[in-house]
């Protein structure tokens, strides 16, 4: 007498039907845990049923396996390379608004979002006037380099100087150049827009002398580098610390309306329109 075996309404999908399989099956699932590969044991059941249902050999269905837990470190490697960035806002260099800034060369920011300028250390000085979307495009260039998988850091030059006054005054200088010195990848945001203590000369030039010709920085100013000696208070440590930046380097020169004042004033019209639309004439 034949028996027929009816399938358990309550097994997990994916899960082998024989004593045997439902062995292995959990050796398997037992192995992932092991090897902490806890995405891929997640998955499993899914791969398992897609194997059958697509004919799937054995090696396809483990590299399909294996390819879930991959996309999974990656994303985990990111997101931590993301928190260690810092980065101010989430924009990206897909959303700057090239209408708003004529002068920008959209070919040359696509150029610099494939990150080759990495390779060779160079560095990126982005120019001009409060709200004209410097600060975007360093937060972007910072978020594509980690995206791309490099170490970055996102500071700005009042940060940067009070952090190494802290550590001169704790001792922990060589630290904190170190730290400085690691990212692939080094924002420095609003250097001029305000007044740095008189040591900050120092720690700026420091910072930019360790990775000289080894790694690159972004920095954003609001006066030319012309004024560099008047916003750092040592035309001397200006002077060096340009011949350095400039050595290998892309300047960006930004003009136009502030980006915020263009906002204000678009809020403010439709407002206007609002109230004019819904105001009763006078009887």
Request: overall charge neutral.
């Amino acid at each position: 007498m034949t028996t027929t075996r009816t399938a358990d309404p309550t097994a997990e999908p994916g899960a082998p039907s024989t004593t045997t399989q439902a062995s292995l099956y959990q050796q398997l699932r037992a192995h992932l845990a092991v090897l902490r590969l806890y995405d891929a044991a997640e998955h499993l059941p899914a791969v398992l049923d897609a194997a059958i249902a697509e004919g799937l050999s054995m090696t396809a269905a483990l590299e399909r396996l294996l390819a879930v837990e991959v996309d999974a470190t990656e994303a985990r490697r990111l997101a931590g390379r993301l928190r260690f960035a810092c980065l101010p806002t989430p924009a990206t260099l897909a959303e700057f608004d090239y209408d708003a800034a004529p002068g920008v060369d959209r070919a040359l920011i696509d150029e610099l979002a494939t990150c080759r300028y990495l390779e060779s250390a160079t560095n990126i000085l982005l120019i001009g006037p409060p709200g004209t979307g410097k600060t975007h495009l360093a937060i972007g260039l910072v978020r594509s380099a980690a995206e791309a998988g490099y170490r970055t850091y996102f500071t700005t030059a009042a940060d940067l100087a009070a952090r190494c006054h802290r550590a001169a005054i704790e001792g922990r200088w060589a630290t904190t150049m170190r730290f400085y010195a690691g990212p692939t990848l080094l924002a420095i945001d609003e250097l001029g827009y305000l007044a740095l203590p008189a040591e900050a000369a120092a720690a700026i030039f420091q910072v930019v002398s360790q990775r000289y010709l080894k790694t690159s920085i972004v920095l954003t100013s609001n006066r030319g580098v012309g004024a560099w000696g008047e916003i750092l208070g040592d035309t001397t440590v200006a002077a060096a610390m340009l011949d350095r930046l400039l050595h290998r380097s892309v300047v960006l020169n930004l003009d136009g309306d502030s980006y915020r004042l263009r906002a204000h004033q678009a809020r403010n019209e439709t407002l206007r329109k609002t109230t004019t639309g819904t105001r009763k004439p006078l009887s």
